[in-house]
C-alpha cells in the first residue's frame, strides 16, 4: 500500500550519493508529488541551497555519509549560511547509523530528524509533512 500523505509541491533537495538509493528516493518521492533535485555530496548540497532563492527549497534530505563533504558538516555550514531560511529550512538525516547517538550527532549538527536506512516512506512522509506543515490524509 502507498502511504498515505500531502507532499504535493514540495521542492526537495536530496543529497545522496549513492545513485541506486538517490533513483530510488527520488521515484517514490516524486510519486507523492515532491519535487526532487539530487546532488551527489554535501559541498554540493550547500552550494544548490546557497545557489537558490531563500525560501525555495522546502526541505533537505541529507545522507550523512558522503564523498567531498558529510551530511553533518554540510548540515553546519547550511545553517551558517546568513540569511532566515538556512536557520529554518527542515533537513533530515538519512543514515544506516541507527543508534541514538548517531541520532543525537545529528540534531547537534542542526538537523530536524534522524531517519535510519532502509528509509521506510511511511515515516520519510510523515516527517516531511510535520516540518514542512503538512496535514496527513485520513
Do not use: W, Y
Not at 1 to 7: K, L, T
Not at 93 to 109: I, P
Not at 113 to 122: E, F, N
Amino acid at each position: 500500500a502507498a502511504p498515505s500523505g500531502d507532499i504535493h509541491g514540495l521542492k526537495l533537495l536530496l543529497a545522496e550519493d549513492n545513485e541506486l538509493n538517490a533513483d530510488i528516493a527520488e521515484t517514490l518521492l516524486t510519486d507523492a508529488g515532491a519535487h526532487v533535485t539530487i546532488v551527489k555530496n554535501g559541498k554540493k548540497a550547500v552550494d544548490c541551497f546557497e545557489a537558490a532563492s531563500p525560501g525555495t527549497v522546502d526541505a533537505i534530505l541529507m545522507d550523512v555519509m558522503m564523498p567531498v563533504m558529510d551530511g553533518l558538516a554540510a548540515t553546519r555550514a547550511i545553517r551558517a549560511i546568513p540569511r532566515a531560511d538556512a536557520r529554518q529550512i527542515p533537513i533530515l538525516a538519512m543514515t544506516a547509523n541507527a543508534f541514538e547517538e548517531d541520532a543525537r550527532q545529528c540534531l547537534a549538527a542542526g538537523m530536524n530528524v534522524h531517519l535510519a536506512k532502509p528509509l521506510q516512506m511511511d515515516k520519510v512522509l510523515a516527517a516531511l509533512m510535520e516540518c514542512c506543515g503538512k496535514k496527513k490524509d485520513l
